[in-house]
């Protein structure tokens, strides 16, 4: 169904009107081609990429296959790939600063960010998983119900790794808004996680592969939880793809193009988890052993879905305004409204036949 989004202030026309202006044709021929003065404006969009990530396999593999650049060519636009390098200026900087148009990535680390003005929305659920917990084989704690009182290791006190654990905590009765903290969260650079939970610095690590599988292996660490395939998690899209309001306003069909792309991309990875990780260490986007990298790869489940991606993102939102993470003040409403676009000519997902080597196209919600 088609409607109206209002985003950062300005409004935006209804789905339909959208496409028939930025393509150039009368809702009824529904047709693809042409542009609007202001799509016309705006040739290239401009992507983030990162190395070293394991779960950004779609966005290597859209770049390395021309993905990108085969979808916005249907609508004379092109494709620029802008890294995001450790130590240099943040996703979010980038963002603000006009530097990226589009991406990817874990959603729950930005949500205060888009509370706080961040002018981002998600199009589409990407993958499922790829975030775990950990304890030491000789501890006491054998699921999220022992944590009261303890310490937690994690990459960052707003990553998605505090988002999903809080959540959890919140369902089996334990703590953890400002007036009832019952947990201490303490950020560590992911490197350093696995060091600190074998130090005994912290009781727990909520840690991303692959630096999760690799501490297990490495330590010895017992797993507590995997979002991957606890029943709360199981068919939550943790990793999902985020356009720019600058981007929607400006050029629509450019953020439908992109988004359709990254679908396209982590179907494949879901069908050829052993191609993409050869891929991935072949051009040093990860590096490691290519019998590991795959097998992680293969335990995700990068089947991409718009319908569940936003349904993540608005149990999510409201669990999280539940915690104390968002403000009770915020229109909850709204901020998934405005959080989470359907975008016109951007099927739920797709399914990549590897014996044909096709594309086929999933429509309608799934659950």
């Given at each position: 169904?088609?409607?109206t989004?209002?985003i950062a202030g300005?409004k935006?026309?209804a789905?339909?009107?959208?496409?028939a202006?930025?393509?150039g044709?009368?809702?009824?021929?529904?047709?693809?081609?042409g542009?609007?003065a202001?799509a016309?404006?705006?040739?290239?969009?401009?992507?983030?990429f990162?190395t070293?990530?394991?779960?950004?396999?779609?966005?290597?593999?859209?770049m390395?296959?021309?993905?990108?650049?085969?979808?916005?060519?249907?609508?004379?636009?092109?494709?620029?790939?802008?890294q995001?390098?450790?130590?240099?200026?943040?996703?979010?900087?980038?963002?603000?600063?006009?530097?990226?148009?589009?991406?990817y990535?874990?959603?729950?680390?930005?949500?205060?960010?888009?509370?706080?003005?961040?002018?981002?929305?998600f199009?589409?659920?990407?993958?499922?998983g790829?975030?775990k917990y950990?304890?030491?084989?000789?501890?006491?704690?054998?699921?999220?119900?022992?944590?009261?009182?303890?310490?937690?290791?994690v990459?960052g006190l707003?990553?998605s790794?505090?988002?999903?654990l809080?959540?959890?905590l919140?369902?089996?009765g334990?703590?953890?808004?400002?007036?009832?903290?019952?947990?201490?969260?303490?950020?560590?650079?992911?490197a350093d996680?696995?060091?600190?939970l074998?130090?005994?610095?912290?009781?727990?690590?909520g840690?991303?592969?692959?630096i999760?599988?690799?501490?297990?292996?490495a330590?010895?660490?017992?797993?507590?939880?995997d979002t991957g395939?606890?029943?709360?998690?199981v068919?939550?899209?943790?990793?999902?793809?985020?356009?720019t309001?600058?981007l929607?306003?400006?050029?629509?069909?450019?953020?439908?193009?992109?988004?359709r792309?990254?679908?396209?991309?982590?179907a494949?990875?879901e069908a050829?988890?052993?191609?993409?990780?050869?891929?991935?260490i072949?051009n040093n986007?990860?590096?490691?052993?290519?019998?590991?990298?795959?097998?992680?790869?293969e335990?995700?489940?990068?089947q991409?879905?718009?319908?569940?991606?936003?349904?993540?993102?608005?149990a999510a939102?409201?669990?999280?305004?539940?915690?104390?993470?968002?403000?009770?003040?915020?229109?909850?409403?709204k901020?998934?409204?405005d959080?989470y676009?359907?975008l016109?000519g951007?099927?739920?997902?797709?399914?990549?036949?590897?014996?044909?080597k096709?594309?086929?196209?999933?429509?309608?919600?799934?659950?």
């Amino acid at each position: 169904m088609k409607t109206t989004k209002k985003i950062a202030g300005l409004k935006v026309a209804a789905i339909t009107v959208l496409a028939a202006l930025t393509l150039g044709t009368t809702l009824s021929s529904c047709s693809k081609k042409g542009s609007s003065a202001k799509a016309d404006a705006q040739k290239v969009v401009k992507i983030n990429f990162s190395t070293g990530s394991l779960c950004h396999a779609p966005v290597h593999v859209a770049m390395k296959l021309g993905l990108f650049e085969e979808e916005l060519a249907k609508i004379g636009q092109k494709a620029e790939y802008v890294q995001v390098v450790e130590g240099g200026a943040t996703l979010g900087e980038m963002i603000a600063s006009g530097k990226v148009d589009a991406g990817y990535g874990l959603y729950a680390t930005q949500l205060q960010a888009i509370e706080n003005g961040l002018p981002i929305s998600f199009t589409s659920g990407i993958h499922t998983g790829c975030t775990k917990y950990y304890v030491r084989p000789d501890s006491n704690i054998y699921s999220a119900a022992d944590l009261r009182g303890k310490k937690i290791g994690v990459p960052g006190l707003a990553d998605s790794a505090v988002m999903n654990l809080k959540r959890k905590l919140i369902d089996v009765g334990i703590g953890v808004t400002a007036e009832n903290n019952e947990v201490e969260f303490v950020a560590y650079a992911s490197a350093d996680l696995a060091i600190a939970l074998n130090n005994g610095a912290v009781d727990v690590i909520g840690a991303h592969d692959p630096i999760a599988t690799k501490g297990e292996k490495a330590y010895g660490f017992r797993k507590i939880l995997d979002t991957g395939t606890d029943e709360k998690f199981v068919q939550e899209y943790c990793c999902q793809q985020f356009v720019t309001h600058k981007l929607l306003n400006e050029n629509p069909a450019g953020a439908a193009a992109v988004t359709r792309a990254l679908q396209k991309a982590a179907a494949f990875v879901e069908a050829e988890p052993r191609a993409t990780a050869q891929l991935q260490i072949e051009n040093n986007y990860v590096a490691g052993d290519l019998d590991f990298n795959a097998a992680l790869l293969e335990e995700l489940f990068y089947q991409p879905s718009r319908s569940l991606g936003k349904k993540t993102f608005e149990a999510a939102a409201r669990q999280l305004q539940e915690a104390g993470v968002l403000k009770s003040s915020t229109n909850i409403e709204k901020f998934i409204e405005d959080g989470y676009i359907e975008l016109y000519g951007v099927p739920d997902g797709y399914i990549y036949d590897k014996e044909t080597k096709t594309y086929k196209e999933i429509n309608g919600s799934r659950t």
